[in-house]
């Protein structure tokens, strides 16, 4: 039985796309997360949502079609307090760059947004980025590191739902 609920951050869904899970190519995968979002084991945000519309493509086409109930709200108050926190954080720390910072702050940024949604709803995240803790930039992996959110790659998720694609 599973009990995770898997947050998938765009370039989850951005890398698939344009490489080795092209809609053309591997049409099961799409069918699997839409299968999982449905049952509830598989989401996404608000946020992520927006950075894969601007995508015009495809992409952003099946993310605000089939996939559309899959994207959470982040305007909930205590996730608004969580991303504050975070935002605060990495304001704070000194090892990234003031550039790096900017950009995790910027609005069109989901990171800090899907740290605290998945901390918040007890969420596993689900990013290709890998950890860099000695990084001038802000990575997904080492923020929920810092905020105690457990996070996976695309391929760990796919082996712990038990999907096959063949």
């Not at 799409?30 to 493509?57: E, F, H, T």
């Not at 905020?147 to 760990?156: C, D, K, L, P, R």
Request: with cysteine.
């Amino acid at each position: 039985m599973i009990s995770t609920v898997y947050l998938l951050d765009a370039n989850v869904f951005i890398e698939a796309a344009k490489r080795y899970y092209a809609f053309d190519l591997v049409p099961l995968f799409w069918a699997y997360l839409i299968d999982y979002a449905d049952a509830g084991y598989i989401q996404s945000i608000d946020r992520v949502k927006k950075q894969l519309k601007r995508g015009n493509d495809d992409l952003a086409g099946w993310a605000t079609g089939e996939f559309d109930s899959a994207f959470a709200s982040t305007d909930e108050e205590d996730v608004i307090d969580a991303y504050t926190d975070i935002i605060t954080w990495a304001q704070r720390h000194g090892q990234f760059s003031d550039r790096a910072k900017a950009d995790f702050a910027r609005t069109e940024n989901a990171d800090a947004w899907l740290v605290a949604y998945a901390k918040v709803n007890g969420c596993v995240i689900v990013t290709q980025e890998q950890p860099a803790p000695e990084s001038k930039k802000i990575k997904i992996p080492d923020v929920s590191v810092q905020f105690n959110v457990a996070y996976v790659n695309t391929f760990e998720m796919l082996r712990e739902l038990g999907v096959c694609l063949s």
